[in-house]
């Protein structure tokens, strides 16, 4: 798709999966630099995944796993965050999930081709369980 603000010779990435989240980058969520948190941008990602995987599984589930994460760009306070995910495997008892998240910066000064950047992504593992906390198998 092409990206609204960009020039006719460019196109502008869009994210890939379901959105699952959406929230706003606030000043508590900030370190000392002004910039959002890695964790907090960390649990957002969370939260979508259990979303996700409690949709998939219907039943409770943990995050057992999370696997390469990389920050490519960092988030600011009134940035608007959007957490994707794609389903990468369903097995009897867990689920794995891409999770990328997206950023709207309406709030920044720079003029930018895009609406919208990628500015992480990650894999999340979680496994269902019982109301004792055990795992158990989960219909598909």
Do not use: H
Request: net charge neutral; aromatic share 6%; glycine share 8%.
């Amino acid at each position: 798709m092409d990206c609204p603000v960009a020039n006719e010779n460019s196109t502008c990435p869009l994210p890939e999966g379901k959105l699952i989240l959406r929230t706003l980058a606030m000043p508590a969520d900030t370190n000392v630099n002004g910039d959002i948190f890695g964790g907090w941008i960390m649990a957002q990602m969370d939260i979508a995944g259990g979303i996700m995987s409690k949709q998939i599984t219907g039943t409770r589930t943990v995050t057992v796993a999370v696997e390469s994460m990389k920050f490519i760009k960092p988030v600011q306070i009134g940035d608007i965050v959007t957490c994707y995910g794609n389903v990468v495997r369903v097995g009897n008892t867990s689920v794995t999930l891409d999770i990328e998240v997206w950023v709207e910066a309406p709030l920044r000064n720079s003029k930018q081709a895009c609406p919208s950047f990628k500015v992480t992504e990650a894999k999340f593992a979680y496994v269902a369980i019982d109301d004792q906390g055990k795992k158990m198998v989960f219909e598909k």
